[in-house]
T-cell receptor, first 110, second 112 residues
Framework: DGGITQSPKYLFRKEGQNVTLSCEQN?????MYWYRQDPGQGLRLIYY???????QKGDIAEGYSVSREKKESFPLTVTSAQKNPTAFYLC?????????FGQGTRLTVV | QKEVEQNSGPLSVPEGAIASLNCTYS??????FFWYRQYSGKSPELIMF????GDKEDGRFTAQLNKASQYVSLLIRDSQPSDSATYLC????????????FGAGTRLAVHP
């Protein structure tokens, strides 16, 4: 099936740990995005990428890092520098017409 | 000024009524506008997109765009309880990198 796959669905992180959230798409989309959503809030842009090996910081990039080594993949690393990482993380991809989302990863710091 | 603004709601309408959701944006050069629906705990799903001034209809949904006023709206006719969700407005910000920015969303409650 074509779509966007995020894994894991739930992730628990200890204080001071780095964790990586996976996002894979088989839609042949050029653009990919990472958003963060806090309870009762909208989506805030973390990073976005238009082509392989190129990406741009969004509005809240501090404490996060990404890579875009393959068109299909856009993993997000939440580093220990991100002081309040508990949130719902959403990955999206776009052909340039509209963006479509994966099912999200819910990250909790324990 | 936020790039994309929406009234957080909740907007409460009776079943069968028209729900009107509004969105304003700050970047006058923006070209593409999107409406997403998000149920609690789920990821957003695309309802409609619009590029040109005027109205675009799809079933019970109508998107309206007024670029001069930097205003986008979504009308939902014959509202159903299943339409109860948060509606997110998104704008493609110009700048060469296809930056997609979302508003904070409007919560819609349709009561029987």
């Amino acid at each position: 099936d074509g779509g966007i796959t995020q894994s894991p669905k739930y992730l628990f992180r200890k204080e001071g740990q780095n964790v990586t959230l996976s996002c894979e798409q088989n839609l042949n989309h050029d653009a990919m995005y990472w958003y963060r959503q806090d309870p009762g809030q909208g989506l805030r842009l973390i990073y976005y990428s238009q082509i392989v090996n190129d990406f741009q910081k969004g509005d809240i990039a501090e404490g996060y890092s990404v890579s875009r080594e393959k068109k299909e993949s856009f993993p997000l690393t939440v580093t220990s520098a991100q002081k309040n990482p508990t949130a719902f993380y959403l990955c999206a991809s776009s052909s340039g017409v509209a963006a479509f989302f994966g099912q999200g990863t819910r990250l909790t710091v324990v | 000024q936020k790039e994309v603004e929406q009234n957080s709601g909740p907007l409460s309408v009776p079943e069968g009524a028209i729900a009107s959701l509004n969105c304003t944006y700050s970047d006058r050069g923006s070209q593409s506008f999107f409406w997403y629906r998000q149920y609690s705990g789920k990821s957003p799903e695309l309802i409609m997109f619009i590029y040109s001034n005027g109205d675009k209809e799809d079933g019970r949904f109508t998107a309206q765009l007024n670029k001069a006023s930097q205003y986008v709206s979504l009308l939902i006719r014959d509202s159903q309880p299943s339409d109860s969700a948060t509606y997110l407005c998104a704008v493609n910000i110009l700048g060469g990198y296809n930056k997609l920015i979302f508003g904070a969303g409007t919560r819609l409650a349709v009561h029987p």
